[in-house]
């Protein structure tokens, strides 16, 4: 994992940075906002801040958030004032630690907020085959294709590609291609010079360029707009990349690995993806089973994630009651592994006693799992069927609006759910999204928020 500490703090950091370089970090110090924005500019990049608390965080998020650089950020200081804390959670920081440093919170914190996690959690033959499959190729450069639902562990299981290959000891570079606007994709992937466009402020080095030497993982592939696909397959193909604005080819040294949640099989018959660059990507498929074909994944997963959280919000480790056990393997997990470890830490936080029993085991409305309601998919389900019940004497723009609509309300406003549910990519949901605010329609907010003029 690569920390990048902003501040001095005296003796302080440099004690956090023994214990951080120590659980395995390579550090890299910054003193202000300005010299860390160059270390992130210039492609050294970062896994994780850990800032000063007495530094502006709010202007630092801001300039983060500017070049479109995602970057988590841990706030540190001396001081004891609950206030401080508070304000740099506001701010924008994932956690705030106290100096002097105690080496298990360091470590605690780095794992919980830096997700670096190296090694797979696994009791289920199923899942057992796919990491057999992975160990034998990790060694290898590779291209790696990883499919499977969403929250099922794609990019889990990228990283454990890459620290068991070559390039351990080098970059692991993730980009989301779906969460990246598609005219800034091509320079967060590339890189640009400054003066390029309107907000290039300054030469950016690109997730290529970044990952030189390791890994760069391509995230949501199937998102990205066809036009890119072929630079993208020309980066592949000779190892060379030009920035955004840039007059020179730079070469790159770096190892593929992809995933997707949709069969890229068919957006190559819809058009919509380039059939050379999914062999190029595909050398090796990783296909990951949903968690309710992993059976006995279940509590050997929310064993560990009880661990994760326990130790990460200082919370005496409790074992899971019988009957929490029992609860937990009946569940469908729709959502996956990601559903489970989301469960799993509300049970921590919220269990008492000297068990986690099954009244600790609640889904995100606050229900026991056994008392929830349907979950989202299902509702959505329903809310399409009574859609189309009444197709006579409208037009089809009318219907397709309100499927989307009424599926984006009953998905809570999550637009990955609702995008699945539809068969349609989320770009295209976000531009419906987009149509629909533009003539005054009012749409569904994430995480079930109010309804809302934007997408």
Same mark, same amino acid.
């Given at each position: 994992m690569r920390l990048l500490i902003v501040g001095t703090l005296k003796g302080q950091?440099?004690?956090?940075?023994?214990?951080?370089?120590?659980?395995?970090?390579?550090?890299?110090?910054?003193?202000?906002?300005?010299?860390?924005?160059?270390?992130?500019?210039?492609?050294?990049?970062?896994?994780?801040?850990?800032?000063?608390?007495?530094?502006?965080?709010?202007?630092?998020?801001?300039?983060?958030?500017?070049?479109?650089?995602?970057?988590?950020?841990?706030?540190?200081?001396?001081?004891?004032?609950?206030?401080? $804390?508070?304000?740099?959670?506001? $701010?924008?920081?994932?956690? @705030?630690?106290?100096?002097?440093?105690?080496?298990?919170?360091?470590?605690?914190?780095?794992?919980?907020?830096?997700?670096?996690?190296r090694d797979m959690v696994y009791r289920d033959e199923a899942m057992a085959k796919v990491i057999k499959l992975a160990q034998q190729i990790a060694g290898s450069d590779a291209s790696v294709m990883i499919t499977g639902e969403s929250g099922t562990g794609k990019e889990v299981l990228a990283r454990y590609v890459h620290f068991r290959s070559n390039r351990a000891k080098r970059p692991f570079i993730s980009i989301n291609c779906a969460a990246i606007p598609e005219h800034l994709l091509e320079s967060e992937l590339f890189g640009h010079e400054k003066g390029a466009f309107t907000g290039a402020v300054a030469r950016r080095i690109g997730k290529f360029e970044e990952a030189t030497g390791g890994t760069l993982l391509l995230d949501e592939i199937s998102e990205m707009d066809v036009r890119l696909q072929s630079k993208l397959l020309r980066a592949i193909q000779e190892r060379v990349i030009d920035r955004v604005g840039g007059?020179?080819?730079?070469?790159?040294?770096?190892?593929?690995?992809?995933?997707?949640?949709?069969?890229?099989?068919?957006?190559?018959?819809?058009?919509?993806?380039?059939?050379?660059?999914?062999?190029?990507?595909?050398?090796?498929?990783?296909?990951?089973?949903?968690?309710?074909?992993?059976?006995?994944?279940?509590?050997?997963?929310?064993?560990?994630?009880?661990?994760? @959280?326990?130790?990460?919000?200082?919370?005496?480790?409790?074992?899971?009651?019988?009957?929490?056990?029992?609860?937990?393997?009946?569940?469908?997990?729709p959502g996956?592994?990601?559903?489970?470890?989301?469960?799993?830490?509300?049970?921590?936080?919220?269990?008492?006693?000297?068990?986690?029993?099954?009244?600790?085991?609640?889904?995100?409305?606050?229900?026991?799992?056994?008392?929830?309601?349907?979950?989202?998919? $299902?509702?959505?389900?329903?809310?399409?069927?009574?859609?189309?019940?009444?197709?006579?004497?409208?037009?089809?723009?009318?219907?397709e609006r309100d499927l989307i609509l009424e599926t984006l309300k009953h998905c809570l406003g999550n637009r990955t759910h609702a995008a699945n549910i539809l068969g349609i990519s989320i770009r295209t949901l976000r531009n419906k999204l987009n149509e629909y605010s533009a003539e005054g329609v009012g749409i569904p907010a994430p995480n079930g928020g109010e309804v809302r003029g934007a997408a």
């Open positions: 950091l440099t004690a956090a940075t023994k214990i951080a370089m120590a659980n395995g970090a390579t550090v890299t110090h910054a003193e202000d906002h300005e010299l860390a924005m160059r270390v992130l500019r210039g492609g050294k990049g970062a896994d994780l801040l850990l800032v000063d608390v007495a530094l502006d965080i709010r202007d630092l998020v801001m300039r983060l958030e500017a070049e479109h650089i995602h970057v988590p950020i841990v706030a540190c200081g001396i001081t004891s004032d609950a206030r401080a $804390a508070v304000a740099a959670i506001h $701010a924008g920081a994932k956690e @705030y630690i106290p100096l002097p440093p105690d080496p298990e919170l360091i470590a605690a914190v780095l794992a919980a907020v830096a997700n670096d996690s007059t020179r080819p730079v070469p790159v040294d770096i190892r593929i690995i992809a995933t997707s949640n949709r069969n890229l099989a068919e957006a190559v018959r819809d058009g919509t993806f380039r059939e050379d660059l999914l062999f190029r990507l595909n050398v090796v498929n990783l296909k990951l089973p949903p968690l309710r074909e992993r059976p006995a994944d279940v509590i050997e997963l929310a064993q560990h994630f009880v661990r994760l @959280y326990s130790q990460a919000n200082g919370i005496p480790l409790r074992p899971l009651s019988t009957d929490a056990r029992r609860q937990l393997s009946l569940a469908r997990w996956n592994v990601r559903e489970l470890e989301n469960t799993m830490h509300r049970a921590v936080l919220m269990a008492s006693g000297d068990e986690i029993g099954p009244e600790a085991i609640l889904s995100p409305d606050g229900l026991r799992l056994d008392q929830a309601k349907p979950p989202a998919v $299902a509702h959505a389900a329903l809310a399409a069927e009574a859609v189309t019940r009444s197709l006579v004497g409208r037009t089809v723009a009318d219907v």
